[in-house]
T-cell receptor
């Protein structure tokens, strides 16, 4: 099974700071998802990546297939960005799908 | 659109009882996914359907779990008999395209407690 490591596990930032969350995996994948889980428990799919870079508003996600690494960046962070960010990687089957343990982000006003 | 709808939002039951969780995907979406989240194991994909057909159930933990999708607007996840270790939040998600590697829209989840 794919091993997925996220770093950092916890991150506290001041409003306005640039934030980076990292995800590394051990074997080849077909796709990588970044998910955001709000304090109330709801989950939002932020990005699906198989190569390159995607941008949505203040969020940017990149993936380097050769290095087996993805990053999620948040520019001009805001307290409403406070959430758990989870990466998930899939080579194919549901059994092989692996989720990272999540990064708890807290953005202080 | 109302988004993905799950019911019930909370369920408390006793060990040995049958539990049925329900999901209504977003209209027009072709894929539906059932996930489970616990503190110990985090998020896990249990099963997913494409065009109402189960494509991959390799994440289903054991025979006590079963999932059906009788039509494009409804799916159920059943646990029979339930056990305390099944206590978790169960999420349903749908996607407009086939397969796991596309954007998914998550429901609010059903928090299951098995006593």
């Amino acid at each position: 099974k794919n091993e997925v490591e996220q770093s950092p596990q916890n991150l506290t930032a001041q409003e306005g700071e640039f934030i980076t969350i990292n995800c590394s995996y051990s074997v080849g994948i077909s796709a990588l998802h970044w998910l955001q889980q709000h304090p109330g428990g709801g989950i939002v799919s932020l990005f699906m990546l198989s190569s390159g870079k995607k941008k949505h508003g203040r969020l940017i996600a990149t993936i380097n297939i050769q290095e087996k690494h993805s990053s999620l960046h948040i520019t001009a962070s805001h307290p409403r960005d406070s959430a758990v960010y989870i990466c998930a990687v899939g080579p194919g089957s549901a059994r092989q799908l692996t989720f990272g343990s999540g990064t708890q982000l807290t953005v202080l006003p | 659109d109302a988004g993905v709808i799950q019911s019930p939002r909370h369920e408390v039951t006793e060990m040995g009882q049958e539990v049925t969780l329900r999901c209504k995907p977003i209209s027009g979406h072709n894929s539906l996914f059932w996930y489970r989240q616990t503190m110990m194991r985090g998020l896990e994909l249990l099963i997913y359907f494409n065009n109402n057909v189960p494509i991959d159930d390799s994440g289903m933990p054991e025979d006590r779990f079963s999932a059906k999708m009788p039509n494009a607007s409804f799916s159920t996840l059943k646990i029979q008999p339930s056990e305390p270790r099944d206590s978790a939040v169960y999420f349903c998600a749908s996607s407009p395209l086939a397969g796991w590697g596309n954007e998914q829209f998550f429901g609010p989840g059903t928090r299951l407690t098995v006593l």
